[in-house]
């Protein structure tokens, strides 16, 4: 081609663009890009030699070696392969972390709960080499590191009973933890309501006792001394435990029973009906959540006093026929429900049950089309999104297209709220389709600007949205790995200019890749894959990055040096 026509060829396609996005309904038909192949480039690769880290673990007290203790060996100087490694001690005590590149490594220990020591780093002083918070960091030059040995010292306990408000009614299965500066612990109450927290460090812990399972269940909160219960249902509000040179006894807080709120959840009509399998969430200082039953009543216990949002969502419903919009109570509002999430009410509770006026929310509205290609033929598996409801507690909604027919149905969505279309071939039985946004405008209604999509207002059904999915642009090419050959599995990306991921695909074994469904524009082409051991002591670092036309390997480290790939129509 001149370089007067490709000049001319652009003028035409900046020109159609501009018409297009002035008068979407006037606009052509989208048309199959023009792809880009041979963008073949390799990955620089380099053989190092790796070492290992080996020791022993004992008790302290006793001098005994200890099995099943974590080991990990982590780069003082930062993250990346073969910088990391992990292992369990033996039936003897003994350790061995590889393989592992030259350089510092702080070594943490993390022994089996039952033993009740402490956790910690190696980084004391001999003969036990054990540092609570303080490691020592030990350096690979040039040669593996062996009797890097530790002696972990006795952990001290936190224990206690769980009672409810009388002092004597005990509560099991409540899970307690404990959380210090230099550690922590979890386990939960048996059925005496004891329990013991070990392998705890000197220092300071907030210790806090979740809901138990038993009804009515407890409520949360901490150990705090200042009340006769011993108990804060705010942690803010706490006695921390500290530990010395002791264990600690008699942290035994006497927790109230948690509090309930119900209500139903109702059709809006002048004889309201249940909505039944309406899921009900109150969110504040506890989440929970419970469906709607026959009658439409929710009951939702194992809750703290404090102020709540209520929030209801429709009944899961694949048959595209329920009209109940996700929303929120709203104690001003009509019938008890807003869509809007700035217009929930809070409901305060602090009786035992707390009944909340029946919600009726509004009715919903769906939007249904159909996608397929350009030729007509339909599409299975597209996932279909309804972008928008600013404010509300729909913003996005999807729905996938069915196989065979290539139909989709989303909803129900609140009335009034705007919504674009966006269609996403990745999945479906066709990825060399472009994704896009609905515009009415014969017969395709496809753009791939969001800037041009329809807004569709909910103010009834929306059925017939259907749209055609042009044939994308594809960058392909091998990519290898120096001193390898093919990059097998390699992740490959299609960038835009400014560094977002376009589109995505994985090399075949033989390196090849096919990145598809690009609208017209300008790419950068990312690999990526996993450093590899060799063998026991030497392992393969290879470094990502782009391609980059020229001399062969064709590869740039930088985002910045890669080169801009351009398909068009």
Known sequence: MSHFRRIFGILVLVAASLLAAASPAAAASPVAAVSATGKN???????????????????????????????????????????????????????TISPLLPGSYTLRFDPPRATNLQHGYRGGTAPTYFSVSTPVAVTITTASLTGKNIRLPAGYKISGKVTRSNGTTVIANVPV???????????????????????????????????????????????????????????????????????????????PNALTITGFVKTRASTPAPIVGAWVYVQGYDYESAQTDATGRYTIGGLNPGSYTIKVDGPYDYTG???????????????????????????????????????????????????????????????????????????????????????????????????????????????????????????????????????????????????????????????????????????????????????????????????????????KVYAYTSSTAVNATHVRIITPGYYKSGAAPNFSATLAGATAIAVSP
């Not at 290992?52 to 302290?60: E, H, K, L, P």
């Not at 006793?62 to 001690?89: C, H, I, K």
């Not at 006695?239 to 927790?255: L, W």
Request: glycine share 10%; proline share 5%.
């Open 321 to 523: 026929t329920s009209r109940v919009p996700d929303g929120y109570y709203n104690a001003t509002a009509p019938y008890y429900w807003s869509k809007m999430t700035a217009s929930a009410s809070s409901k305060t509770i602090s009786a035992a049950v707390t009944t909340v006026a029946t919600i009726e929310p509004a009715t919903g509205y769906y939007i249904k089309g159909k996608i397929t290609n350009n030729s007509g033929s339909p599409l299975g598996f597209v996932q279909v999104m309804a972008i928008g409801g600013s404010g509300t507690a729909v913003t996005e909604a999807y729905a996938y297209t069915d196989y065979t027919s290539g139909n989709y149905s989303i909803g129900p969505l609140p009335a009034g709220s705007t919504y674009k279309i966006d269609a996403n071939p990745l999945y479906s039985s066709d990825p060399s389709l472009q994704t896009g946004w609905y515009r009415n405008s014969s017969p395709n209604n496809f753009t791939a600007a969001a800037s041009s999509a329809l807004a569709l207002v909910m103010n009834g059904d929306k059925n017939g949205i259907n749209m055609r999915l042009p044939v994308g642009a594809s960058i392909s090419g091998v990519v290898k790995i120096a001193g390898v050959g093919a990059c097998s599995s390699c992740s490959i990306s299609a960038y835009s200019l400014t560094g977002s991921t376009v589109v995505y695909a994985q090399t075949s074994s033989s390196g090849t890749y096919k990145l598809q469904g690009l609208p017209a524009g300008s790419y």
């Open 177 to 255: 933890s404990a959380a210090g500066t230099y550690g922590s612990d979890e386990t939960t109450t048996n059925s005496a309501g004891n329990y013991t927290l070990m392998g705890l460090s000197p220092g300071s812990y907030a210790v806090s006792f979740g809901h138990g399972p038993t009804a009515p269940i407890n409520q949360s909160g901490c150990w705090y001394t200042t009340p006769a219960s011993k108990f804060s249902t705010s942690c803010v509000s706490h006695t921390a435990v500290v530990i010395t040179t002791a264990n600690k006894t008699g942290i035994s807080p006497k927790i």
């Open 41 to 95: 480039f390799t990955l620089p690769a380099v053989v190092k030699t790796t070492y290992s880290i080996s020791g022993t673990v004992r008790a302290n007290a006793t001098s005994a070696l200890e099995p099943n203790v974590e080991v990990s060996a982590s780069s003082t100087s930062g993250f990346g392969s073969f910088l990391y490694g992990s292992a369990t001690t033996n039936a003897s005590g003994a350790y």
